[in-house]
Nanobody, 116 residues
């Protein structure tokens, strides 16, 4: 069974940094895409940043220049370095992974809270 194990959320003051990590277990194929979505209270889930199996990255405009997504070598692991955090970054962050074959999987979510 495929599982996405997240770590790294927490509470930080505005301007601070956090790093999120997501490791996939239970699958041997390299991913097509992995990354992070987030959902703030009362808002829809939105894509934050994705990295493809080939290394191409994409991010929502609001985090460009502050967040960096990367993969850990050839492992099914991705990292999200979040710098210059703002209160509006507060949300539950969900790891996302897509494999072919295999399908789409989600992590359980990790809370990121940025205080003003």
């Amino acid at each position: 069974q495929v599982q996405l194990i997240e770590s790294g959320g927490g509470l930080v003051q505005a301007g601070g940094s956090l790093r999120l990590s997501c490791a996939a277990s239970g699958i041997i194929f390299n991913f097509n895409a992995m990354g992070w979505f987030r959902q703030a209270p009362g808002k829809q889930r939105e894509m934050v940043a994705l990295v493809s199996g080939g290394g191409a990255t994409n991010a929502v405009d609001s985090v460009k220049g502050r967040f960096t997504i990367s993969r850990d070598g050839t492992k099914n692991t991705v990292l999200l370095q979040m710098n210059s955090l703002k209160p509006e970054d507060t949300a539950v962050y969900y790891c996302y992974g897509q494999w072919n074959p295999g399908g789409v999987y989600w992590g359980q979510g990790t809370q990121v809270t940025v205080s003003a």
